[in-house]
């Protein structure tokens, strides 16, 4: 690699996809080359992608924020069915109330 200056640039998700997807194809310092980019930033990419998938390659993503995300998104699943059960519940509360209501005014009548 050339000993010229490399601006600084914070790539999105999308364009380092599509990096790694030229590298496979058309070799890695090829690309590079193209790009403007260090192959340690390829391999630093491609190293966060093959072991966290797409959302390893979003700025500042670590395995412990991915594990934190996952982990927050099954307690919110949790928590959303425990909603549904709960609402279900109430629902069914509220019309054996109504049947029981409409047959004791039915008696009365």
């Known amino acids: ?14 364009e380092k996809l599509k990096i790694l997807k030229d ?7 090829a690309t590079c080359k193209k ?6 930033s390829y391999y630093q990419w491609k190293k ?8 390893g390659l979003h700025h500042g993503m670590t395995k412990e924020h991915l594990k934190e995300i996952k982990r927050l998104q ?6 959303r069915d425990l909603l549904i059960k ?13 049947k029981k209501y409409a047959q004791a005014n039915v008696r009365r009548s």
Not at 23 to 29: C, D, I, R
Not at 48 to 55: C, H, P, T, V, W
């Open 35 to 40: 790009y403007g980019i260090y192959e340690a």
């Open 48 to 55: 966060k992608y093959d072991e966290m998938g797409d959302a």
């Open 74 to 79: 099954k307690e919110n699943q949790q928590l």
């Open 23 to 29: 590298g496979a194809l058309s070799g890695v310092a």
């Open 86 to 98: 709960e609402q279900l519940e109430s629902q069914m509360k509220g019309e054996l109330l109504k």
């Open 1 to 14: 690699m050339s000993e010229e200056r490399k601006t600084k640039v914070h790539r999105t998700k999308e």
